[in-house]
Nanobody, 120 residues
Framework: QVQLVESGGGSVQAGDSLRLSCAASGRTFTNYRMAWFRQAPGKEREFVAAIRWSGGSLDYANSVKGRFTISRDNAKNTVYLQMNSLKPEDTAVYYC?????????????WGQGTRVTVSS
């Protein structure tokens, strides 16, 4: 059974940095796309960043380009989201997710989320 466990959230000031981690287990993740989404209070969940487990293909939402970096450590089965120059509008619960199938187009497995609060 696939399990995703996020950590690293917290309360910070605008301009600060945080690094989120997503520990994945339950299967081999080679070639599976991993992603981060976030959901702010009263808003729909939105895409933040994605990475192929191998090959390094990266994708970012326009709102975080240049500030956030997604990376992975294959040996640890962990995906990271380095968040710099945080803004109050980055306040949200951040979720790690992956697909059931390598060639799939939906995200099927989700973690429980980690909360990030950015104060001005």
């Amino acid at each position: 059974q696939v399990q995703l466990v996020e950590s690293g959230g917290g309360s910070v000031q605008a301009g600060d940095s945080l690094r989120l981690s997503c520990a994945a287990s339950g299967r081999t993740f080679t070639n599976y796309r991993m992603a981060w989404f976030r959901q702010a209070p009263g808003k729909e969940r939105e895409f933040v960043a994605a990475i192929r487990w191998s090959g390094g293909s990266l994708d970012y939402a326009n709102s975080v380009k240049g500030r956030f970096t997604i990376s992975r450590d294959n040996a640890k089965n962990t995906v990271y989201l380095q968040m710099n120059s945080l803004k109050p509008e980055d306040t949200a619960v951040y979720y790690c997710t992956t697909r059931r199938d390598v060639s799939g187009t939906t995200y099927d497995y989700w973690g429980q989320g980690t909360r990030v609060t950015v104060s001005s």
